[in-house]
């Protein structure tokens, strides 16, 4: 019977993986990691620096944080298109990552942005994902233009980073 509920854990376990990998690679739920050699702390002060979020990510035209960035912190972005929403970080660890959250009706659009270093190199990573009962509509409105953008936006961090 052990060896059974195991096999079973480990079933589970498994389809869970292969779900989350699935579901990582739509529309609705994505990230890109990039590598970098300049240092973590460089490109943390980049994803820090609110204001000049418009520096590198192409589809804003504006960002605005209420304050400094922290836990809790709220702020307003412009889209390209004069989209205008509200965000909220929602997790906060210094020097490591943040999590904002913007929500949308009957549902939230969520970035993460996280960092790794290894054998002398910086990896930073976006993550993006829509939660809710309208997650799907909005990702299938939203989702894959931001996914085609992501790379592009990586690629400017990577090079304001770089010649820092």
């Known amino acids: 019977m052990k060896l059974f509920y195991n096999l079973l854990l480990i079933t589970l376990s498994l389809i869970t993986s292969m779900e989350l990998s699935a579901q990582e690679q739509s529309n609705k739920h994505f990230r890109n990691s990039m590598s970098t050699t300049a240092a973590p702390d460089v490109i943390?002060?980049?994803?820090?620096?609110?204001?000049?979020?418009?520096?590198?990510?192409?589809g804003l035209k504006n960002a605005v944080l209420d304050g400094t960035l922290k836990k809790g912190a709220k702020g307003k972005i412009i889209s390209l298109e004069g989209r205008?929403?509200?965000?909220?970080i929602v997790e906060f660890i210094p020097g490591k990552?943040?999590?904002?959250?913007t929500k949308l009706p009957l549902g939230s659009l969520y970035v993460k942005r996280y960092l790794s270093t290894s054998d002398g190199k910086t990896t930073f990573t976006h993550e993006v994902w829509f939660k809710g009962l309208t997650?799907?509509?909005?990702?299938?409105?939203?989702?894959?233009?931001?996914?085609?953008?992501?790379p592009d936006v990586m690629e400017n961090i990577q090079q304001i980073a770089e010649e820092k």
């Open 44 to 58: 943390w002060q980049i994803w820090t620096d609110v204001p000049n979020w418009k520096n590198w990510d192409s």
């Open 84 to 88: 205008k929403s509200k965000f909220k």
């Open 97 to 101: 990552s943040y999590t904002f959250k």
């Open 135 to 150: 997650a799907g509509i909005f990702a299938k409105a939203f989702g894959k233009d931001f996914r085609q953008m992501l």
